[in-house]
């Protein structure tokens, strides 16, 4: 099964409202999450990095009071795209990177990344 | 992290081998090559690294030029599922500041 999950896999919303995108890392903790964004045909930006229980870190040209990052736990990171515009419909995927061991899907290397399955964000 | 340069696009047909060029002439000592794939609107996949051995898992195997300086990834006998995006990234595995970063791959496109 998936390391990672993402939650909810597509979303339509309409212009100025917010919307919420949940990151789970199962059965693995994550001690830090990405998220990335990207646009139809072209590859994947980094959009922050956060570390459980402090604030993300937002790449160059990122606004942070627009992409709220919260990473309460270290299983779950999520991303609020607050008073969401056209502009912002993209596809958002996050990757967790975490302390090695076992789980579900194998054995886990410390400090690599997997990868949820994205989210797909319309707004209208 | 090193940069890579891979061809935009490559076609392969059905049942043959694709090869997949990248080149990271800048790659250091202890930097890694990884390679991962996107299929159409789903997350990234892990596909196979290594340092400086070829390695082959249930996937492909991953060619290394002794300087290092470039690699192939060698996907034995392609299907129409291969068709996707594949990236080369050089990094040093395991070091908490260094993330994955993403150029701008190459779409492989498997043909019947």
């Known amino acids: 099964g ?39 045909k072209q590859s994947l930006m980094l959009m922050a990095t956060s570390n459980e229980g402090s604030k993300a870190t937002y790449e160059q040209g990122v606004e942070k009071d627009k992409f709220l990052i919260n990473h309460a736990s270290l299983t779950l990171s999520t991303l609020t795209v607050t008073s969401a515009h056209p502009e912002d419909s993209s596809f958002y995927i996050c990757s967790a990177r975490g302390l090695g061991g076992y789980a579900l899907a194998g054995y886990l290397q410390t400090g690599e990344q997997y990868f949820g399955p994205g989210t797909r964000l319309t707004v209208t | ?87 080369c990234i050089v990094r040093v595995p395991n070091n908490a500041g260094n993330m994955l970063t993403f150029g701008g791959g190459t779409r492989l496109m498997v043909k019947p």
């Open chain 1, 2 to 40: 998936a390391v990672v999950s993402q939650h909810p896999s597509w979303v339509i919303c309409k212009s100025g409202t917010s919307v919420k995108i949940e990151c789970r890392s199962l059965d693995f903790q994550a001690t830090t999450m990405f998220w990335y964004r990207q646009f139809p």
């Open chain 2, 1 to 87: 992290d090193a940069k890579t340069t891979q061809p935009p696009s490559m076609d392969c047909a059905e049942g043959r081998a694709a090869n997949l060029p990248c080149n990271h002439s800048t790659i250091s000592g202890n930097e890694y090559v990884y390679w991962y794939r996107q299929i159409h609107s789903q997350g990234p996949q892990y596909i196979i690294h290594g340092l400086k051995n070829n390695e082959t898992n249930e996937m492909a195997s991953l060619i290394i030029t002794e300087d290092r300086k470039s690699s192939t990834l060698i996907l034995p006998h392609a299907t129409l599922r291969d068709t996707a995006v594949y990236y």
